[in-house]
């Protein structure tokens, strides 16, 4: 039974004698310094009604901005769940955890958005970030508050090798291959909702190569999962 409930900032839930969460209002050093050796994070958004996404993200794709906004680099992938949540209500979990010897796990509440290749603050933005193939789309998110909790049930693992197939794929296909993926499987969620992606691109010059690419007639805008495991890389 835990005791001492409350999710107020600097509020701890104990068992027992063992703090095993704490809340905070914004980011600290501490959790600062957590989130920047950490290699990989994961991500979780949900729309109003339908499935519930979560993605594994890494390749030195995460930015703290400041102690209320961090950022990440999205890169193509066989679906644009996040972005299509995003644009429904905004609301995002980023969470950190600790497969070294020191078990502890962050975890960021926020709201965000997407900001493309044709939205002013790409190029400021992007500045941030490594080159990489297959860029997307960067997601903004305004922290509302973080949570540090134990790890206790997370295992050690190590790191053996950082993976890039994806930037590695796209640099092969080139530009015009990562705009069709996103007018095939990136422009609706796999419960129908937009993404935004292909109105915007067209609204603006994404890539070059993005001119003139037109969003899927209604009929065909619901994909179907053999078309989603035709599509590599399968990372979203």
Known sequence: MYRGAGRAAGSVFFQE???????????????????????????????????????????????????????????????????????????????????????????????????????????????????????????????????????????RMELVQRRDGVARYWARKGDKAVVECWSKFNSRSIDGLDSGIINRVEGGASIASGAGVKAKPAAEKKRSAMAVARVKPSAR
């Open 17 to 155: 004698d063992t703090a095993v969460a704490q809340f905070y209002d914004a980011l600290n050093p501490e959790l600062r310094q957590f989130i920047e050796a950490q290699p990989m994070f994961f991500t979780a958004t949900a729309p109003g009604l339908g499935r519930i996404n979560l993605s594994p993200k890494a390749m030195d794709t995460f930015r703290i901005f400041d102690d209320h906004t961090v950022a990440y680099l999205d890169l193509t992938g066989s679906g644009n769940e996040t972005a299509a949540h995003l644009r429904e209500n905004g609301r995002i979990t980023v969470m950190f955890c600790s497969f070294g010897k020191t078990p502890m796990v962050v975890r960021l509440y926020g709201h965000g958005r997407t900001i493309l290749k044709a939205d002013p603050q790409w190029s400021e933005l992007h500045q941030h970030f490594p080159a990489r193939a297959g860029a997307r789309q960067i997601m903004m998110i305004a922290v509302e508050s973080a949570m540090k909790s134990c790890g206790w049930n997370v295992p």
